[in-house]
């Protein structure tokens, strides 16, 4: 792996057909969950391989909040040199105003120095709507304005005004196994061309009642790229990941 992706995610799309939401049968969620994710390969002879990744994820429920805070680190080395050094971490707050629409605030972090970021802060709030909530599906998007603080390994400092926009949908094979798919566009509202979008695909399949495998992709475009380093990134991860 030579270069790591930026952030972690949800993804694009404007807050509309609200109406979908009407006819969907939601399922009740738990009231806390959480998971953990690890994936570790180590191969040396020929070739002297390390991957590393690790995550976490927090949801606490209460009839009108869902609190969520999420963490994920990515490293690799190649013949004894660092290729990849991600670390995110991120809260979610959001509070139901009626049975498909809420607000949200979110502040996160991360830092990609193979990306040319050194650190990223975000800080956001706006609405978030459920098209779908039933037993097996899960749809939902969102859209809110945010503020972006970053600073590059060149020690170069840049401050704007953003769109936070995205989806994520959800497809349960059965109450443990699912299919999810994220994406997010981020666009600054200073330079049009300034925008990334960030995808995210992951397999989980059950092993036994606390214990996954899963399997994940992720792409990470960035349109305008710090100086000297490529538009976009992919990562592939397997792993087992541990729920309670």
Do not use: C
């Amino acid at each position: 792996m030579q270069r790591p992706f930026r952030t972690i995610s949800h993804a694009t799309l404007s807050i509309a057909l609200v109406s979908l939401a009407a006819g969907a049968q939601e399922a009740k969620p738990k009231p806390r969950e959480f998971t953990a994710d690890v994936g570790f390969v180590s191969a040396t002879g020929n070739s002297d391989v390390t991957t590393f990744n690790l995550g976490e994820r927090l949801i606490l429920r209460s009839p009108t909040w869902e609190h969520r805070q999420q963490f994920g680190s990515i490293y690799g080395s190649r013949d004894g040199e660092e290729s990849a050094n991600l670390l995110f971490a991120n809260w979610r707050s959001d509070r139901a105003l009626n049975e498909w629409l809420s607000v949200f605030g979110f502040a996160g972090y991360d830092r990609n120095p193979f990306a040319g970021i050194a650190r990223r802060f975000e800080e956001a709030a706006g609405l978030a709507a459920k098209l779908v909530r039933t037993e097996r599906d899960q749809w939902g998007v969102e859209l809110g304005f945010a503020l972006t603080q970053q600073r590059s390994v060149d020690d170069i400092s840049n401050s704007f005004p953003s769109l936070r926009s995205g989806t994520l949908f959800k497809h349960f094979f059965t109450e443990t196994a699912y299919f999810s798919q994220g994406v997010e566009y981020l666009p600054s509202l200073e330079v049009s061309q300034d925008y990334r979008i960030n995808s995210e695909t992951a397999i989980v399949a059950p092993i036994s009642t606390h214990i996954a495998m899963k399997l994940g992709y992720s792409v990470r475009f960035d349109n305008l790229p710090e100086l000297g380093k490529r538009k976009s990134d992919r990562i592939l991860t397997s792993g087992l990941q541990f729920n309670w």
